[in-house]
């Protein structure tokens, strides 16, 4: 017989932003929620992130429902959560750059506003005003979406942690699972056996290997990835918003006197990491003429939590995995999507509906699309 005490209605594995939301949320909602961390919380994924949230992902609106669902929480967490996340303004800019591209992503924006998202369409001089290094010669046309914001992912899984313990979640650090039965609910972990009625799959880019242990395909897995960093180009704080170029996947956001650029190539082709970091060096002075001779620098690294489709997978096994729930593969955007997987996974443990249509993040939808 197992140990009382390692009983459970919900199990969650994985304690990075994810996973302590989804404790929060479950705890509010009266719950009996155990949550398993291998390391420390937050220290995974979750800690190397470019600490920013966006609203608007111009075709994905499924995605951006998601994270304008998300958009209050993040508003209220001071206040709720009796925890700062340091909440600043920063704003995203999309650079279209050809007419086609402009009209599709102009016919998809009454659909993102629908879902609550709040865009403004602008000319080449208007998106050069928000961001005064592009070029307004290769601009066509660029969306605003002013709630972006930087924040502190630290203090956003403390805050969520520190709330689900005081509601009486019991939130273990250091604690492997290392077995998983889908049919009883065990857990076989390196501080002894649980049981539960649910159990939620919240490992970031190891959940793949965590449903592996009870026979399940979940679709993700762990990407290298790097963010760099421009030598300094200005006197004074750069100061510009997150500007995406989805045509090169060339990301950048003022960082002090610098600018912080990514490039959004996934891939697991062998050797990615040095193709990678050419791209980056060719594509940056492409759409930023001005930063023709400045030197791009490793600022730091981590590990993608990626999926065939980009999307997350949220949702519930089927068949004999039917106890088992699941919430990974954020891909590049796990900080936005936090709050709402929470109420998700609350909603769908108790057999609620979720309000959300998550066909676009099943595991059906991922495995037909062509992997990466
Ligand atoms: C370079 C980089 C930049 C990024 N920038 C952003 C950004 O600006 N904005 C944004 O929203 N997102 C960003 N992301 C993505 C974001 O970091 C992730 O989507 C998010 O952190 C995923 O959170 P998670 O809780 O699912 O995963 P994680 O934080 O990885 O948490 C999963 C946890 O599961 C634990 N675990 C794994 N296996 C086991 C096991 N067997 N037993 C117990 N515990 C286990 C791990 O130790 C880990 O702590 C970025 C990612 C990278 C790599």
Redesign the pocket.
């Known amino acids: 017989m197992p140990d009382r005490k390692n009983q459970t209605e919900l199990l969650i594995?994985?304690?990075?932003?994810?996973?302590v939301s989804i404790a929060y949320h479950c705890a509010k909602a009266g719950i009996d929620v155990v949550l398993?961390?291998?390391?420390q919380?937050?220290?995974?994924?979750?800690s190397?992130?470019?600490?920013?949230?966006r609203t608007y992902f111009p075709k994905k609106v499924h995605d951006s429902e998601l994270a304008a669902l998300s958009l209050a929480e993040f508003r209220s967490f001071a206040e709720k959560m009796d925890t700062d996340l340091a909440l600043a303004e920063l704003g995203l800019l999309t650079v279209l750059t050809s007419p086609e591209q402009a009209a599709e992503i102009e016919a998809l924006l009454p659909a993102h506003r629908e879902v609550g998202v709040n865009l403004e369409l602008l000319t080449a001089d208007q998106a050069c005003e928000y961001n005064p290094w592009l070029d307004p010669d290769t601009i066509e046309a660029a969306v605003w979406s002013p709630d972006s914001y930087r924040l502190k992912?630290e203090a956003m899984v403390k805050g969520y942690a520190d709330a689900a313990e005081k509601l009486g979640a019991r939130l273990l650090s250091g604690?492997?699972?290392?077995g998983l039965d889908a049919r009883t609910g065990e857990v076989t972990t390196t501080r002894g056996d649980f049981t539960a009625d649910a159990v939620v799959i919240?490992?970031?880019?190891?959940s793949g290997?965590?449903a592996k242990l009870t026979g399940m395909e979940l679709p993700v897995w762990g990407q290298f990835?790097?963010?760099l960093h421009t030598d300094p180009i200005s006197e004074s704080d750069t100061d510009t918003p997150f500007t995406f170029h989805p045509v090169s996947g060339l990301k950048t956001m003022g960082m002090g006197k610098s600018f912080l650029v990514?490039l959004e190539r996934i891939s697991k082709q062998k050797g990615m990491r040095d193709i990678w970091f050419k791209a980056a060096v060719d594509e940056l002075p492409k759409w930023y003429p001005k930063l023709e001779n400045v030197e791009l620098h490793s600022a730091?690294?981590?590990?993608?939590?990626v999926t065939p489709t980009k999307s997350a997978l949220i949702g519930r096994g089927e068949g004999e995995h039917e106890r088992i729930l699941f919430?990974?593969g954020?891909?590049?955007?796990?900080?936005?999507h936090a709050p709402i997987t929470g109420r998700i996974i609350r909603d769908l443990y108790r057999g609620d509906r979720p309000g959300v249509d998550l066909s676009p993040f099943s595991v059906a939808t991922n495995l037909a699309a062509k992997p990466a």
């Open positions: 594995i994985g304690g990075g932003v994810i996973g398993l961390e291998k390391e919380f937050g220290t995974a994924t979750t190397q992130t470019a600490r920013a949230f992912p604690t492997t699972v290392t919240a490992a970031g880019p190891w290997e965590v990835a790097e963010l990514g730091w690294t981590g590990t993608l939590d919430a990974a954020f891909t590049g955007h796990g900080l936005a």
